[in-house]
Structures are given as structure tokens and as C-alpha cells.
């Protein structure tokens, strides 16, 4: 049975189990079960907490599970990036008083309150620096103000909570994270991790895409397909007018609106838009 730890809060709590569930796992639990069984799908869901996951997955008897980017790299465990999922995106950065440090090799020396004080240290080695990382559980923006650091690592988003402390970020970002699939090395080749990974990018896909359906007449038809190439290639039938065609292929969903009007203008009608609910391609 394939064991998969799933976030039980946080940020990357709901869509990890939203994936699941459209990926055809069951998900759904009675009250706050901890454990939840699919015999359907031989699979046996653990709801634990996100920076645990890559902990269990490295090191115990879990085969895989959905953490961060940050969060696995912070764990210092034997779990490894399968997959990114594309969700819970964020930014780490370094960030100081304004005025003050403005590049990395004048952290040297200082004090870097983080939460994420492993991946801080590994990268601050990786780039010749020698600096006192300070742990803190949670916010880490009072810890200038109130003398325990002279600069912070933390995740940002918009900055605005970093501009209401006086601090700014600087440098490069230390990491772009996301929603990511982990495992350990002896599982990668798993056929029951393969089927996970392929529902998965069902998922992905299914989100991305979207089905379109139009007719042209065969004598538009090479402007309308060079629009709409597909995947792989879109599917052309004809119609009982043998003058026209009838074409359906995927688009990416962020841009269907201008496709529909660049088809409209290269003398598509009847052009139908459908959502996907899965995929396997």
C-alpha cells in the first residue's frame, strides 16, 4: 500500500488535498482522522504537518508526500524533489534595516534571525559566507528591532509586512519554492509512485488546458491550425458541407480568449470552449 503525507494546515494544506481528490483519491474524512484509507486505490493517506512531511518521507516508513520547496531543502533529510506542483508559490529573501546591508558579502559576520534556519546555513556555506543564524519559530520581523539579529531570511510575498518593520529586502532570492512531490531515491522507481505521478500531471494538465472546438472551411484551415497546433496535434474531421472542417484541440486556458478572437478573424465559427476534468497524455 502506497503511503502519501498530505498537509493537514497551512497554505498547502487545501489544494494538496484538492489535487488528490481530482486526481481520484479519496480524501474526504469524517471529522480530523489523522489516517485515512483507499483501499480502492491502494493507498493510505497521513495528514501531518507540512514541515514534518519531508522528515517522515526521508526518514520513516512514508513512500511519498506533498511539503514545500523550502521546507524539504530546511529538513535536511534524505527526501528528494520528485515533482513541482505548481501551487504555494513564495520567494525567500534576505531583508535589513533600510539604509543598511545591501548585498550579501555584507552579511559576513552578522546575525540572520530565520525560520528556516537549515536552508539559511547551507546557503550562506555555498556562498563563502560566515554568518550567526539565529532560529525563531514564526515571525521572524521584530528580531532587528528588538536586538536579537541584524538581518532576517524569511518568505515574502508582497513586502508589505517587511516595509512595516523598516526593512527591505536585498540580493538575490535564496530560494523560489512551491507545492512539490517528495520521495526517497529507493522509491522513485515505484510503478505505484508512477501512477501517482501520472494522475498528478493529469491534474496539472486538466488546469492548464482547455478543450476547443471550432469549424472553418478547408480553405482556412492551415491559418486556423497554426493557431490552434494542440498538444500534439489538434483532431480534424469533416463535416456533411464538405467545404468545412470540424477542428478540436487544446489550448492553454490563460490565453484562450485571444485564440478565440485570432480564430473569429482567420474564419473559425462555432467555436466552443470546454473545461477538462482529467487528462492523460
Given at each position: 500500500?502506497?503511503r502519501i503525507a498530505v498537509p493537514n494546515k497551512g497554505s498547502l494544506s487545501e489544494p494538496a488535498i484538492s489535487?488528490?481528490?481530482?486526481?481520484?483519491?479519496?480524501?474526504?474524512?469524517?471529522?480530523?482522522?489523522?489516517?485515512?484509507?483507499?483501499?480502492?486505490?491502494?493507498?493510505?493517506?497521513?495528514?501531518?504537518?507540512?514541515?514534518?512531511?519531508?522528515?517522515?518521507?526521508?526518514?520513516?516508513?512514508?513512500?511519498?508526500?506533498?511539503?514545500?520547496?523550502?521546507?524539504?531543502?530546511?529538513?535536511?533529510?534524505?527526501?528528494?524533489?520528485?515533482?513541482?506542483?505548481?501551487?504555494?508559490?513564495?520567494?525567500?529573501?534576505?531583508?535589513?534595516?533600510?539604509?543598511?546591508?545591501?548585498?550579501?558579502?555584507?552579511?559576513?559576520g552578522k546575525r540572520v534571525a530565520a525560520s528556516y534556519d537549515h536552508l539559511v546555513r547551507s546557503y550562506l556555506?555555498?556562498?563563502?559566507?560566515?554568518?550567526?543564524?539565529?532560529?525563531?519559530?514564526?515571525?521572524?520581523?521584530?528580531?532587528?528591532?528588538?536586538?536579537?539579529?541584524?538581518?532576517?531570511?524569511?518568505?515574502?510575498?508582497?513586502?508589505?509586512?517587511?516595509?512595516?518593520?523598516?526593512?527591505?529586502?536585498?540580493?538575490?532570492?535564496?530560494?523560489?519554492?512551491?507545492?512539490?512531490?517528495?520521495?526517497?531515491?529507493?522509491?522513485?522507481?515505484?510503478?505505484?509512485?508512477?501512477?501517482?505521478?501520472?494522475?498528478?500531471?493529469?491534474?496539472?494538465?486538466?488546469?492548464?488546458?482547455?478543450?476547443?472546438?471550432?469549424?472553418?472551411?478547408?480553405?482556412?484551415?492551415?491559418?486556423?491550425?497554426?493557431?490552434?497546433?494542440?498538444?500534439?496535434?489538434?483532431?480534424?474531421?469533416?463535416?456533411?458541407?464538405?467545404?468545412?472542417?470540424?477542428?478540436?484541440?487544446?489550448?492553454?486556458?490563460?490565453?484562450?480568449?485571444?485564440?478565440?478572437?485570432?480564430?473569429?478573424?482567420?474564419?473559425?465559427?462555432?467555436?466552443?470552449?470546454?473545461?477538462?476534468?482529467?487528462?492523460?497524455?
Open positions: 500500500m502506497l489535487m488528490l481528490s481530482e486526481a481520484g483519491y479519496r480524501t474526504s474524512r469524517r471529522g480530523r482522522e489523522l489516517v485515512l484509507t483507499d483501499p480502492a486505490n491502494d493507498v493510505e493517506l497521513f495528514f501531518l504537518r507540512p514541515r514534518d512531511i519531508a522528515v517522515y518521507v526521508g526518514r520513516g516508513q512514508i513512500q511519498v508526500g506533498i511539503t514545500g520547496r523550502d521546507l524539504l531543502l530546511d529538513s535536511g533529510t534524505d527526501a528528494r524533489e520528485y515533482r513541482p506542483l505548481g501551487f504555494a508559490r513564495s520567494t525567500f529573501r534576505f531583508a535589513a534595516p533600510s539604509g543598511g546591508i545591501s548585498e550579501l558579502a555584507q552579511v559576513q556555506a555555498d556562498h563563502g559566507i560566515e554568518a550567526d543564524v539565529v532560529h525563531l519559530d514564526g515571525a521572524v520581523e521584530s528580531s532587528v528591532r528588538l536586538g536579537v539579529a541584524d538581518l532576517i531570511a524569511d518568505v515574502v510575498e508582497t513586502g508589505t509586512t517587511l516595509r512595516a518593520a523598516g526593512l527591505e529586502v536585498f540580493g538575490e532570492p535564496l530560494l523560489e519554492s512551491e507545492a512539490v512531490l517528495v520521495t526517497r531515491d529507493e522509491f522513485r522507481d515505484d510503478p505505484r509512485l508512477a501512477t501517482l505521478d501520472r494522475r498528478l500531471q493529469g491534474v496539472l494538465v486538466a488546469r492548464s488546458y482547455v478543450l476547443v472546438d471550432y469549424n472553418v472551411r478547408e480553405t482556412d484551415l492551415e491559418a486556423a491550425i497554426a493557431i490552434t497546433p494542440g498538444f500534439d496535434s489538434p483532431t480534424i474531421s469533416p463535416l456533411v458541407d464538405t467545404e468545412w472542417m470540424a477542428v478540436r484541440a487544446m489550448v492553454r486556458a490563460d490565453g484562450v480568449n485571444l485564440v478565440m478572437d485570432r480564430l473569429h478573424d482567420a474564419g473559425a465559427r462555432g467555436v466552443i470552449v470546454t473545461q477538462l476534468a482529467a487528462s492523460r497524455l
